[in-house]
């Protein structure tokens, strides 16, 4: 992706942000945002979003392991199954990519 953005004059702008609708013990099924500082035409690998907002989100940060993850989409789930909010994937991750273990993670709801 990167070489596709940089191959139509844009530059990255900011951190990856990955959207998970399937996670399972073998299978995942993402989607990953990258900004970019101007429009760039779409592929057939790529599409041009030219905005992405994410609204009523439940929103936490965490840092560890990337391996324990699973375990806080099921503390999540439960915090917010007991105060009778839906959760509607998919969940989203901001990576920092300097630091692969921070994780700022939204639920929209």
Not at 31 to 57: A, G
Not at 84 to 92: A, D, G, L, M, S
């Amino acid at each position: 992706m990167g070489d596709y953005i940089e191959t139509n004059g844009a530059k990255r702008v900011g951190e990856l942000m990955v959207a998970i609708h399937v996670l399972h013990a073998n299978a995942l099924d993402i989607e990953i945002f990258i900004p970019v500082d101007r429009e760039i035409s779409s592929c057939e690998e790529f599409t041009y979003l030219p905005l992405f907002e994410l609204h009523n989100c439940i929103s936490t940060y965490y840092r560890g392991p990337f391996i324990f993850l699973p375990n806080l989409y099921t503390e999540i789930y439960y915090w917010a199954k007991d105060r009778n909010i839906e959760i509607v994937q998919p969940f989203y991750l901001k990576l920092n990519t300097q630091q692969w273990r921070y994780f700022d993670i939204r639920y929209s709801i």
